[in-house]
């Protein structure tokens, strides 16, 4: 775990944290479709959410990614779903860190290790600098998982959460 310092200056100063450059426009639309098309095989919600970076006072005070990735869960009402099946991506970009929160719903179907391989494979492909690669995998993988778990079966099901990626 980084110290607060480490973290302080990775939030100042880190280079993988220029949001539009390495998240476009057309790639967010890509993403979107992808969240999209994949939402139609399972009662699943996806969300995805990039954030460049915290405020200074926030990680002075401990704040981590882990707790702001839930923090996001919340204020997306990614919880908010019908089958309590409902899953944030979170990217924190200055400190390199790649979340998933999972519902009630899943978290009590999927180990924290599946969460934590796609979180992996995802950052691998950001740190090449393949940044659609990752975020277009990671979303992929998701969907496999909410699949083998919440499978739709075929039925028609309203889209609950919005698709498109939150950048905040």
Not at 144 to 158: D, Q
Request: contains cysteine.
């Amino acid at each position: 775990m980084p110290s607060r310092t480490q973290r302080i200056m990775a939030n100042l100063f880190e280079g993988w944290f220029q949001l539009h450059r390495r998240f476009p426009a057309e790639l967010l639309d890509d993403m979107t479709a992808a969240i999209a098309d994949g939402e139609r095989v399972h009662l699943g919600e996806v969300r995805f959410a990039i954030e460049s970076r915290l405020p200074l006072p926030v990680v002075w005070a401990g704040l981590d990614a882990s707790t702001r990735a839930r923090q996001v869960f919340g204020q997306l009402a990614v919880w908010d779903t019908e089958h309590n099946c409902g899953v944030l991506i979170y990217v924190l970009m200055s400190e390199h860190r790649i979340e998933i929160v999972a519902d009630r719903g899943i978290a009590r179907r999927v180990p924290q290790e599946e969460w934590g391989a796609i979180c992996a494979g995802m950052r691998e492909n950001f740190a090449a600098g393949q940044w659609r690669a990752g975020a277009l995998h990671g979303i992929t993988q998701v969907h496999a998982l909410l699949a083998k778990h919440f499978p739709s079966h075929g039925r028609a099901r309203p889209d609950e959460l919005p698709d498109r990626p939150v950048l905040l």
